[in-house]
C-alpha cells in the first residue's frame, strides 16, 4: 500500500514539473490567444488568399498569431491592416505605411510588425499583441489582409 502511495506521489511531482516546464517555455496556449491560418494559392497568374477564417475571436490582452502558407511561385508581402468598425472601406490596400488611428486593436508598435514577406512556397508568421478592449462588451473590428494587390475582409472580436 505504501509502495502505492509513493509511485502516486511521484506521477503527481512529473505532473506538475512537465505543467511548470511547459508554461515557462511557451508550451501552453493563453486561453485569450487565437492562432489561425492565411493560406495563398495560384490563381490564373495571380497569387490569392485562398483560405482565411471569416471571424477570429480573441481575449482582452491576448495575441493573434496569423500563419502564413503560400504555395504561389513567387513570393509575396502580406499586410494585416485598416481596421474598422464597418465592413464597408473604400481602402484597397490595408493601408501599408499609415499608422493606424484609434481602431488599431493592438500594441501600437506591432503597426511595424503588420507585414510579412512571404517567400514562394514557404509560409511566416504575423504576430500582433495585447489585444485591446476598453469596455465590458465585445469588440468588433473589421479589418483586412492583403496580398497580391487583392484583400479580404474578416471580423476581429475582441472580449473583455
Known amino acids: 500500500m505504501a509502495g502505492s502511495r509513493t509511485?502516486?506521489?511521484?506521477?503527481?511531482i512529473v505532473a506538475a514539473l512537465v505543467t511548470f516546464a511547459c508554461s515557462k517555455a511557451?508550451?501552453?496556449?493563453?486561453?485569450r490567444?487565437?492562432?489561425?491560418t492565411v493560406t495563398l494559392k495560384t490563381q490564373g497568374n495571380d497569387c490569392v488568399i485562398d483560405s482565411k477564417e471569416a471571424e477570429i475571436r480573441v481575449g482582452k490582452g491576448g495575441k493573434v498569431k496569423w500563419k502564413?502558407?503560400?504555395?504561389?511561385t513567387v513570393a509575396q508581402?502580406?499586410?494585416?491592416?485598416?481596421?474598422?468598425?464597418?465592413e464597408d472601406t473604400d481602402v484597397t490596400n490595408c493601408k501599408p505605411g499609415v499608422l493606424e488611428d484609434d481602431h488599431w486593436p493592438f500594441?501600437?508598435?506591432?503597426?511595424?510588425?503588420?507585414?510579412?514577406?512571404?517567400?514562394a512556397g514557404g509560409s511566416e508568421t504575423i504576430e500582433l499583441k495585447d489585444a485591446k478592449n476598453n469596455s465590458t462588451t465585445a469588440r468588433i473590428e473589421w479589418y483586412d489582409v492583403c496580398a497580391g494587390g487583392k484583400k479580404?475582409?474578416?471580423k476581429l472580436i475582441v472580449d473583455p
Open 107 to 119: 500594441r501600437v508598435e506591432d503597426q511595424s510588425i503588420k507585414y510579412m514577406y512571404v517567400p
Open 152 to 154: 479580404y475582409d474578416p
Open 68 to 72: 502564413i502558407t503560400s504555395s504561389c
Open 7 to 12: 509511485i502516486g506521489a511521484g506521477i503527481a
Open 26 to 31: 511557451g508550451g501552453t496556449l493563453d486561453a
Open 77 to 86: 508581402i502580406v499586410v494585416i491592416g485598416n481596421f474598422r468598425e464597418k
Open 33 to 36: 490567444d487565437k492562432d489561425t
